[in-house]
């Protein structure tokens, strides 16, 4: 459905641009038109890290601001040129654990607690690379992770990186499921069940696909068969703008509505399919999708929206949820580099 902006223009990106009206085009992925056989080919086979901004090309620098780095301050190929997969999540200290744990898991040498955040200069995101694996933070809600993944795009791109695979690990409330089940979502819905992003562009509202890789996530429900005990689906994730309000909590400092109505609101939620919500899987598929890099999300939920709002298992069953997405991402990552050792599964 189209979108009325501020303007009352109605503007879509979704496929290829095409010889529509004024204000209206497609584009939600890379206009092919647009680039050389080369690009294509490599896109085709989604090795390269793109981006859709002529503007850069005629940059003498580029400062990515919030992660510390630049074109002219590092050298971003010999930095991170052999990254093959990307994990970001909303935690710095639940960041820096996954790369310790990572460490570990593809058994490195040195010590895992000297890795160092490469992100240090600034206290925005942390972030640690771990052989072929990048681990970054990327805080709470759509703004926060939005900044993170324009300059950890524009990072990969400048690093000519390939074959990347991105993958967001995190939390979130279940619906209609059992707390520490873990949801790979299929695609990422907005607070009106919608398959959707909303960007507001200068005075335009633009509309992009929030449809994740639907090979990877069956990729990854196959890799959660091989741990013992892990309760795993796939499922629409719904992505809403903030924690309370947004998603029909009853305990914020504000609230409008019933109980009643909130859980009309959430069975309609599950039985339009959705199984989990959070703040920030529309914007990262939609970014994913439209820079040709493959992406998965997963999550773990902390508790049954159905049954409650607030958040009341014990720290240390908290933490063993947290770590449930860290240990699928950790087997399906070794899977990928030929390390993983059936005989040692989890």
Not at 124 to 142: A, D, F, N
Not at 274 to 297: D, P, Q
Request: aromatic share 8%.
């Amino acid at each position: 459905m189209p979108t009325e902006s501020r303007a009352g223009q109605w503007h879509y990106e979704v496929e290829v641009t095409l010889g529509l009206s004024q204000g209206l085009r497609v584009t939600s992925q890379p206009d092919l038109n647009s680039l050389n056989c080369a690009e294509r080919d490599s896109w085709g086979r989604n090795e390269l890290v793109y981006v859709k901004n002529p503007h850069l090309d005629s940059m003498d620098e580029d400062i990515l601001y919030h992660l510390d780095l630049g074109t002219k301050t590092h050298n971003l190929p010999a930095m991170f040129g052999d990254i093959k997969f990307v994990c970001v999540g909303g935690s710095p200290n639940r960041m820096k654990t996954f790369a310790q744990f990572m460490h570990k898991e593809l058994g490195l040498e040195g010590d895992e607690k000297d890795l160092k955040d490469i992100c240090a200069g600034t206290d925005r995101y942390c972030m640690y690379k771990v052989g072929p694996v990048l681990s970054i933070s990327h805080g709470m809600g759509i703004p926060s992770i939005s900044i993170m993944l324009h300059e950890l795009i524009k990072l990969l791109h400048h690093a000519k990186c390939r074959d990347v695979t991105i993958i967001r690990i995190g939390t979130s409330g279940g619906l209609g499921i059992e707390p520490g089940s873990v949801v790979i979502t299929d695609t990422a819905v907005d607070s009106f069940f919608k398959p959707q992003f909303e960007q507001v562009i200068l005075d335009r509202v633009v509309v992009r696909s929030t449809e994740l890789d639907k090979d990877l996530a069956e990729e990854l429900l196959e890799c959660s068969k091989e741990i013992k005990d892990f309760p795993t689906l796939i499922g629409h994730t719904m992505c809403t703008y903030d924690f309370y309000e947004g998603q029909g909590r009853l305990d914020g400092a504000l609230c409008s509505f019933s109980n009643e109505r909130k859980l009309e609101y959430l069975k309609r939620a599950y039985n339009a399919g959705i199984r989990n919500i959070e703040m920030e899987s529309t914007v990262f598929a939609a970014m994913c999708r439209l820079c040709g890099l493959k992406a998965a999300v997963v999550c773990v939920t902390l508790l049954n929206r159905l049954h409650g709002d607030q958040i009341q298992a014990s720290h240390e069953v908290l933490l063993e949820y947290q770590q449930q997405p860290q240990k699928l991402i950790s087997l399906f990552i070794k899977k990928r580099l030929g390390l993983w050792n059936p005989e040692g599964s989890v």
